[in-house]
């Protein structure tokens, strides 16, 4: 452990690293480090950012669609309202038609049993009358009788 | 080592002085205490050796920077970077000389640690290959010549007055000389004085002799762990590879410790000499 010349060497060597370290190396890398950390902050920042605004967007679309159910919950309504009255319309009106049908098959019917029995009413004049002719040919005139057969008619009628 | 080849085996005592002989530019140990003539090879073909390498990894890293994803070499240098940005802001309030002092503490540490680190080389192979190209001496841990580690902390001594001196003034810190530590009075200004060269001379001295004073010791305990190997007897063997591989393993912390501290106190002396009393 004898000191000699070779702790002033040392000692420039000292001073050239550190100057060379200080020049060329300390800088970039400070640099840098600070950099990134600027960008790693910039980044937990915009992904809180971007958390916020999928919240909101979460909100707002979980009201729209409580609206969007909402509106639809109405248009069902009416739409059934108005099928109901639809529906009340359409059985009234059949209602009526088959009233109407019904009025006129009677009144049809009607005329049918009339007209059935002014012929059967006829026939059976006649046939009394024929009847009463074949008894009658012989002891009666049929000239003689003939009010008698006229009223006989009138009565049938 | 011994290995059988030599004309005769050296003994113990041989066997560590001249491992403990530098390889200097007189060709055999200095005898003088202090001989500025005389220079210690080896040690500065390390030391300038793993500076350039130092620079060559940092320089690396600092061309490789990038605010994008790091890789990790990059990521190992900015860990380091980081920790030595943080202990500088820590210890020296400005933020103008942390431009220079925070690269002063990376480049130390790095360096140190590098320098400790060829304490993990086997004891006997590069003085070995040394020998083949007809280097009778060689010591490879440069922070384990107290040139080296002094030349470092007188370095640091000298960032300390610039810095006094640019903080205070050159009056202002000749005034602190001989009013501090123990107050303004005539009386007490030559006590002050004292005081504060002895500060002075004990922080530098304690700064580059604990460096060496642990690598020295830790270079000396592989050297005697290698010679219990080199008894070539069973006991010497696995005493060799037990001892070697605990001693190892410690060492790991050693180095990396003694960097740190160095790298701490050169801020801690660079911190105070910006504060006034």
């Known amino acids: 452990m004898n000191l000699n010349a070779t702790l002033v060497a040392q000692l420039v060597v000292f001073f050239i690293l550190a100057w060379v370290t200080m020049k060329f190396v300390w800088p970039p890398i400070v640099k840098a480090l600070d950099e990134r950390a600027k960008k790693v902050a910039d980044g937990l920042a915009a992904a809180d950012k971007a958390k916020n605004d999928l919240a909101l967007a979460e909100k707002k679309v979980v009201e729209e669609l409580r609206k969007a159910r909402e509106s639809a919950t109405d248009v069902r309504a009416s739409a059934e309202k108005q099928a109901a009255v639809f529906l009340d319309e359409a059985r009234a009106e059949a209602a009526r038609i088959i009233a109407q049908a019904r009025e006129a098959a009677e009144a049809e019917a009607g005329v049918a049993a009339q007209r059935a029995k002014e012929a059967l009413r006829d026939q059976v004049a006649q046939l009394a009358v024929a009847g009463a002719e074949k008894i009658l040919r012989k002891e009666i005139n049929a000239q003689a009788h003939a009010d008698l057969l006229a009223n006989l008619k009138q009565e049938l009628q | ?277």
């Open chain 2, 1 to 277: 080592m011994s290995t059988g080849t030599e004309a005769h085996a050296p003994t113990a005592g041989e066997y560590i002085v001249h491992h403990l002989t530098h390889l200097n530019s007189t060709g055999h140990a200095q005898t003088a205490i202090i001989d500025w003539s005389v220079w210690n090879l080896d040690t500065l073909f390390f030391s300038i050796g793993l500076g350039v390498v130092t620079l060559l990894i940092l320089i690396k890293a600092a061309n490789g920077a990038t605010s994008g994803v790091p890789g990790r070499f990059q990521a190992a240098i900015e860990i380091l970077v980081e920790m030595v940005a943080d202990q500088a802001k820590g210890i020296v309030h400005s933020a103008e000389s942390r431009k220079f002092v925070a690269p002063v503490a990376l480049t130390v540490f790095f360096w140190i640690f590098l320098m400790n680190s060829m304490d993990f080389l086997p004891v006997d192979l590069l003085p070995r290959i040394g020998e083949m190209f007809g280097l009778h001496y060689m010591r490879v841990v440069p922070t384990a010549d107290l040139n080296g580690t002094l030349g470092m902390s007188i370095g640091v001594l000298l960032i300390c007055l610039y810095y006094n001196i640019k903080i205070k003034g050159f009056g202002g810190w000749i005034h602190e000389l001989f009013t501090a530590p123990f107050g303004s009075h005539p009386l007490l200004y030559p006590i002050n004085f004292l005081m504060q060269m002895i500060e002075f001379l004990a922080k530098t001295v304690s700064h580059g002799m604990r460096l060496f004073g642990n690598m020295y010791a830790g270079e000396l305990v592989f050297m005697l762990i290698a010679l219990m190997g080199g008894t070539a007897t069973v006991f010497g063997f696995l005493g060799h590879i037990v001892a070697g591989s605990i001693w190892a393993v410690f060492h790991i912390l050693i180095v990396a410790l003694q960097a740190f501290i160095f790298m701490m106190l050169t801020l801690v002396y660079i911190g105070q000499a910006h504060e006034s009393h």
